[in-house]
């Protein structure tokens, strides 16, 4: 059960209406990394976690913050898109929203959500729940999140950089400093998930099945061999059950591959004295699927 509280978890106040920035900003609410797919793949981790009640604990603290930082940047967005496209202009702009959208803003603020905020990137692509990962493997679940929390940050950084409105970059701040310790929480996690089982997901699939032979080599497949310079190609493996090989020139270890021709119902492509199973009218009919419901 879920509760709103009316103040923000911090403030989300421009100093200035920015119709053109509002856009940019859409990219870290309903972007890949943007703070709608942490929010969802977080509270999707916790609500389907089956393992200690203290990871499904933290999961879904941090995911509930996340609905915060998306009002957050939904309030900014809205308050930079005020007064657009109404604004007063120069007597030879006559149609302020034609003006406002050649300027750069994103037309659909002002002809879809009514100068608001929507579930979309900066370029207009709806949010997409396949930019969420919840695998029920909490290891690999949290690399995962560490790399949305990398991501994010850098592009909360990135647009930081691009505007030098105080209170934008006031509220990029915090969210900035949050994404820090998120980064430092997953990384913390990972560190005690490792600690307690295999390095390697899933840590519960028996190494003897793979083909061990391959499981610690580093195969180079480029010109040049500055690859070999590199911590992943020489000494004791990141899971501690290997070490590590670099092959300079690795070889092909399987078949040619050579295909069947396809049946005569397939009408596939056909070459000069190739035969093909059903070809002649006798045998084609019998080769046909059996399409018969009764």
């Not at 089956?50 to 930082?69: F, P, Q, V």
């Not at 061999?225 to 590590?244: C, H």
């Not at 119902?265 to 046909?288: C, K, L, R, S, W």
Request: charged residues 20%; contains cysteine; glycine residues 8%.
């Amino acid at each position: 059960m879920f509760f709103h509280t009316k103040e923000l978890q911090y403030n989300a106040k421009p100093s200035n209406p920015d119709p053109v920035y509002a856009k940019k900003l859409q990219e870290i609410l309903g972007g890949q990394f943007g703070e709608m797919s942490v929010m969802m793949q977080y509270l999707f981790q916790g609500w389907n976690c089956r393992a200690d009640e203290k990871y499904k604990d933290m999961i879904l603290d941090i995911g509930t913050e996340e609905i915060a930082h998306v009002e957050m940047i939904a309030t900014m967005i809205a308050q930079l898109l005020d007064g657009a496209p109404a604004r007063e202009q120069d007597e030879a702009a006559k149609d302020p929203a034609v003006e406002a959208v050649l300027g750069g803003m994103n037309p659909q603020h002002a002809i879809v959500s009514g100068l608001g905020a929507t579930p979309t990137d900066s370029v207009g692509y709806p949010w997409n729940a396949r930019y969420t990962v919840a695998s029920g493997n909490l290891l690999a679940d949290f690399r995962a999140n560490l790399n949305a929390e990398s991501q994010g940050r850098l592009q909360v950084v990135r647009l930081y950089e691009m505007t030098t409105d105080p209170g934008v970059r006031d509220m990029l701040s915090f969210l900035i400093a949050r994404d820090t310790m998120h980064q430092n929480q997953w990384m913390a996690a990972i560190e005690e998930l490792e600690q307690n089982q295999k390095a390697i997901v899933p840590s519960t699939f028996p190494q003897a099945l793979e083909k061990q032979e391959v499981s610690y080599s580093f195969m180079n497949f480029s010109n040049g061999e500055e690859s070999s310079q590199g911590r992943w190609a020489s000494g004791k493996s990141m899971d501690g059950l290997g070490n590590f090989e670099y092959i300079a020139q690795p070889q092909a270890m399987g078949q040619i591959p050579k295909l069947n021709p396809s049946p005569a119902y397939m009408h596939g492509t056909t070459m000069p004295g190739q035969v093909i199973p059903g070809m002649d009218q006798a045998n084609f009919e019998e080769n046909q699927p059996n399409n018969d419901l009764h």
